[in-house]
Each structure stands twice: as C-alpha cells, then as structure tokens.
C-alpha cells in the first residue's frame, strides 16, 4: 500500500516545524508541506528547504498575496467590517484562503488529511475546521491538529524538536505569539497577557512609537472606485502596491496600533495587540467617502450589517451562503462610493482633512449659511408641525409629566 499523505499548512516556525516529525510518527503518514505567502516578507526558498530538511516528502510554496487582497480584504473593507469596532480581522482573513489552498492541494495530491499549527484554545482552528469542512464538500477529508493533540508544553515542544535536529530559536527576550500578512500583524502572549500593562515596544514591528515620529505631518489622499481604493496621491496602484506603501507610511507615522481586550469565539476574553496601519488609514478613508455619498438611513443599515459580516468572518463562516448574501448586499451599497479622502497622519493618529466625490450628496446650497443659501427656510414650519404632530397630540391627551 501506498504511504498515505497529509498536508500541512507550513509556517515555518518552530510549531509547525515540529508538527512534521509528530505526523509521522503519529500518523505513520507522509507530509506535504504547504506554504501560502499572504505578504509577511518571509524568506520563502530558506521555509521551503527548512520543510524538506525536516522531513517533508515535498515541499510547495503559493503566492496567494493578490488573491488575499481582492477576494477577503477587500470585500471587507466595502462592507467596513472591524471586529468589535477595532480589528481589521487580518488573521481571520488569512485561514480561509489558507484552508482553500490546503483542499486543492489535498485532492490534487491525493492525501487522506490536512493538518494546521492552531491549539485549541484560539479561533484559527475554528476558521481552518470550518472553512476545509465545506470546501471538502462530500470528499472524505481528515482534519489533524497536531498542537491540539499532543501533550507538550513550550519546553518540551523545544526538547523533541532539538531530539529530531530541528533548530530551535534561541530564547532572547520576550517571544510574543504573532501572525502576520499585508493587512496586520496580531501580536499575543508575554507581557501582552496583563491587561493592566502597556504593551512593550518590542511587540511592535510595523510601527514608530510615538515619540520617534517626525514633527510634521504627513499627507495622504486616497482615491476609491466602486469602494475600491485605486491610487494614492493621483498615482494608480494595484491592491497589494497600495497597502504596502500605506503600511510604510503610516507606520512612519505611529498610525495603526489596537489594543483591545477581545472576545473570542471560544468564550474566551483575551488581550490583543495589531499593528495595522493601511487598515486602519483604508477604514477610515473609506467610511470617511461613505459618510459622503449614502443616504444616511443607507449608513444606518449598512452599519448594523458591518457588524454581523464582522461577527462572520471571525467566527470562521467565510465560507457561508450568508456571507455571500452580505456580500451582494455591500457591494450594491457601493455603486457610487467613488472619488478621494484626504488623510491627515501624525503622531500616532490618522485623520480625515478632506473629501471629494463625484457622487457627493454634498449640497453647498443647502450647507452653507452664507450667500448662496438656497434652502426655503419657511418651508421649515409645515415640516416641524406635522414632524410634532404625534407628540403635540399626545401632550394635549395626556400631560407630558417628569
Ligand atoms: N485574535 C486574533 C484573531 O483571532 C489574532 C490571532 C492571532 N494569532 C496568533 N498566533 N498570534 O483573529
């Protein structure tokens, strides 16, 4: 018989590194590893040889980045979807392409299972479960976890690894838990894990402290088509040029920091720290045109909906019909969200300083209280009586009291 095959989802950090030797000692299976640049900046040749080296039978590496941007964030970002308000869900973003890429390659290959690095007590199982679940679709289609079976613990992870040649990164300072891609970089553990203490400067990466940020501020204007942001300073760049130059400048500028206790899906409250300066100058330049060109009853359903769509992709639905139905209803709201944000960055903030849009719903004429005032302030009586009628009449039957 064949030696049967599973495919794993490589990092090529310590834990999925070590989950190559234990799936085949457990599993008496092979490995195929797998890994999907989503824009961490890693060095792709030295994981690959880094999987063969630590006995994977093949080795494959997936330029997923442009796929990433124009299929999960920015669907995500039409629909202004931030988890609990703050988090941009670049993680969450992540598992489901990962986990698409894992099927093919699963059915491709022939292997009777997947593997991925996630523990149980976090969402990513939940995300890369559910969503290989529906991708497998009526395939029989194995899910092994390794760092949710075994029974290790840091140390002896580190022992069986160093047993089996595997290098294990010498412990300098604090090793926080961080999973990176174009749209963020989550950061857990550590200090991080005393909700009381201020995140150390050393969890971040992408971005200046404060104090270390030029004087003078920074202007960007972002220009979106249909919702989509398509240039920056009147220059036209694609998707993932784009969020790299803002993740640049912004972090240049301290922009992009969250600090947020959050709640995750397996009822857990837990202290979360991401770096996500495009994400967050892209939010807000966005809602910034939307506030512009929607209706506001239109902002008031879309809002509430942002949040469900949120809720959806953190908890691992992406690949759900819901969604799908969210998604048609989003990208209908953004039939006219064209034109530009001016963005203002400095120490630390992002601020709006100007917009435009062709689609502008914007009247100077009705604004302005100058010259030009184009509004029929008498009409304003008619309005206001019939607006009060219904509690002017409630008052004269039953006396407002305190
Ligand atoms: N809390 C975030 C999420 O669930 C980030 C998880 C990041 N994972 C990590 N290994 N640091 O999407």
């Not at 299972?113 to 679940?133: E, L, Y």
């Not at 022992?159 to 749209?183: C, H, M, Q, T």
Request: include cysteine; hydrophobic fraction near 40%; glycine fraction near 8%.
């Amino acid at each position: 018989m064949d030696t049967r095959k599973v495919v794993l989802a490589y990092s090529g950090g310590l834990d999925t590194s070590v989950a190559i030797p234990w799936i085949k000692e457990n599993y008496e299976a092979e490995v195929i590893a797998l890994t999907i640049d989503l824009g961490e900046g890693k060095n792709l040749p030295e994981i690959r040889n880094k999987a063969l080296k630590t006995g994977a039978s093949a080795a494959f590496i997936v330029d997923g980045r442009d796929s990433f941007i124009s299929d999960f964030v920015f669907p995500t970002l039409q629909a202004g979807a931030m988890y609990e308000g703050v988090y941009p869900l670049a993680t969450a973003l992540g598992r489901p392409l990962i986990a698409k890429h894992l099927v093919d390659v699963a059915v491709r290959e022939g292997a009777y299972a997947v593997a991925h690095g996630s523990t149980g007590k976090g969402n990513d199982q939940v995300r890369f479960d559910v969503s290989i679940m529906v991708l497998a679709g009526s395939r029989k289609l194995e899910i092994i976890a390794p760092a949710r079976e075994w029974d290790m613990n840091r140390e002896t992870e580190r022992e069986y690894a160093r047993k089996r040649d595997i290098p294990v990164p010498e412990k300098k300072g604090r090793v926080f838990s961080v999973d990176e891609n174009l749209w963020g970089r989550s950061i857990e553990g550590e200090d991080l894990e005393n909700p009381w203490d201020e995140p150390p400067e050393d969890a971040f990466a992408w971005t200046k402290p404060v104090a270390q940020t030029p004087d003078s501020p920074l202007f960007i204007e972002v220009s979106f088509e249909r919702g989509l942001p398509v240039a920056l300073d009147g220059e036209e760049l694609g998707g993932v040029a784009l969020i790299q130059q803002l993740n640049r400048s912004g972090g240049e500028q301290g922009v992009g920091r969250i600090d947020h206790l959050e709640n995750r899906h397996v009822g857990i409250k837990s202290r979360e720290v991401y770096e996500a300066p495009a994400a967050v100058m892209l939010h807000t330049a966005h809602r910034a045109l939307e506030a512009m060109v929607l209706t506001r009853e239109q902002l008031r359903i879309k809002e509430r909906l942002s949040q469900e769509y949120a809720d959806i992709v953190y908890n691992g639905l992406w690949y759900s019909a819901l969604r799908q139905d969210l998604n048609a209803y989003f990208q209908s709201t953004q039939r006219f969200v064209s034109g530009a944000i001016r963005l203002k960055l400095h120490k630390g903030n992002c601020t709006v300083v100007g917009r435009r849009s062709p689609y502008s719903l914007y009247s100077f004429g009705l604004a302005t209280y100058g010259k030009g005032d184009s509004f029929d302030h008498r009409a304003a009586k008619g309005f206001i009586n019939i607006f009060g009628l219904p509690v002017k009449n409630q008052a004269e039957k039953q006396p407002y009291q305190e």
